[in-house]
C-alpha cells in the first residue's frame, strides 16, 4: 500500500535522490524547501521551508514518514568559530529538525505507524579536526533520535543517518577537483566517497515497513571510516 511522506530539504542531493526512490516506488511525496529544484518534473508538490526561520508548514492529515536534510558544513578551526557559527548550525540541523517534527507529530500520530529519519554525520563518531561545530549539532541530534525514539514508542520510529563525505552540492567545496576528490576516497577504507543513493536508499528502508524493528539508531553509511581501519 503506498505511504505518504514529508521531506524537509528534498530538492537537492540525498534527499532529491530520495525523492526519486520513493516516487518510483509509487509512495505519495510532500515536500519542503528553500526553492524547488528539480522536484517539479517528479510531479512532488513543494512549499516553502527555511531551516533557519521555519514557519509553518502544510502536512497532510496523516503522514507514514518524516525526513529531515537541510545541512551545513561549516569547517574552521576552533579558534575561529564564532558564536554565530555554532547558532547557525544548530537552528540549521536541530531547531529546524525540532520545529519540523513538532508540526508534522499529529499527522505522524494519525497514521498506523509512522517513520521519522534524521541526519547525522560521521564526525560525531569520528573525531575530526576543525569540525567542532558541525558536530556539536549533529552529536545534538543524536541525543534527539534517541530521546524522540524512547517518547514516541511504540508508534512512531525515529532514527538518523550519519554518512561521511557524499558527492553533492554542499559537499562540493570539498570535492571539486581531482587531486581533492582521490585525497577524500583515500581517507575511506572502501576508497570512495559516498553517493547520495547510497544514504538515500537507506533512509528509503528506515520510512518502508521493513525495518519496522528499527528505532532510536544511528546507521553510517560512511565506507568504514567510523569504525575500520586498513593501515
Avoid: C
Avoid at 114 to 127: D, I
Avoid at 210 to 216: D, H, I, L, P, V
Amino acid at each position: 500500500m503506498p505511504k505518504t511522506h514529508l521531506l524537509i530539504g528534498g530538492n537537492t542531493g540525498i534527499g532529491f535522490a530520495l525523492a526519486r526512490i520513493l516516487h518510483d516506488h509509487g509512495d505519495l511525496v510532500h515536500a519542503a524547501a528553500r526553492n524547488p529544484g528539480e522536484l517539479p518534473e517528479l510531479g512532488i508538490p513543494v512549499q516553502s521551508f527555511d531551516a533557519r526561520d521555519p514557519a509553518a508548514l502544510a502536512v497532510p492529515e496523516s503522514l507514514d514518514g518524516l525526513v529531515y536534510l537541510p545541512g551545513s558544513i561549516t569547517l574552521k578551526p576552533f579558534h575561529r568559530l564564532t558564536r554565530e557559527d555554532f547558532l547557525n548550525d544548530l537552528e540549521i540541523n536541530l531547531l529546524g529538525a525540532v520545529a519540523a517534527i513538532q508540526q508534522a507529530l499529529p499527522a505522524l500520530k494519525a497514521a498506523p505507524s509512522a517513520s521519522v529519519v534524521l541526519f547525522s554525520t560521521v564526525a560525531v563518531a569520528q573525531g575530526m579536526p576543525f569540525h567542532a561545530s558541525i558536530a556539536a549539532a549533529k552529536a545534538a541530534v543524536e541525543g534527539l533520535v534517541r530521546s524522540l525514539a524512547a517518547e514516541f514508542a511504540p508508534k512512531i520510529r525515529v532514527n538518523a543517518i550519519a554518512p561521511s563525505l557524499t558527492d553533492t552540492a554542499l559537499a562540493s567545496p570539498l570535492v571539486n577537483n581531482d587531486a581533492k576528490r582521490e585525497a577524500a576516497a583515500k581517507r575511506h577504507p572502501l576508497q570512495r566517497i559516498g553517493a547520495a543513493d547510497d544514504a538515500a536508499s537507506l533512509a528509503a528502508w528506515l520510512l518502508s515497513d521493513a525495518s519496522s524493528f528499527m528505532t532510536g539508531q544511528i546507521l553510517r553509511p560512511d565506507g568504514g571510516l567510523s569504525s575500520v581501519r586498513t593501515f
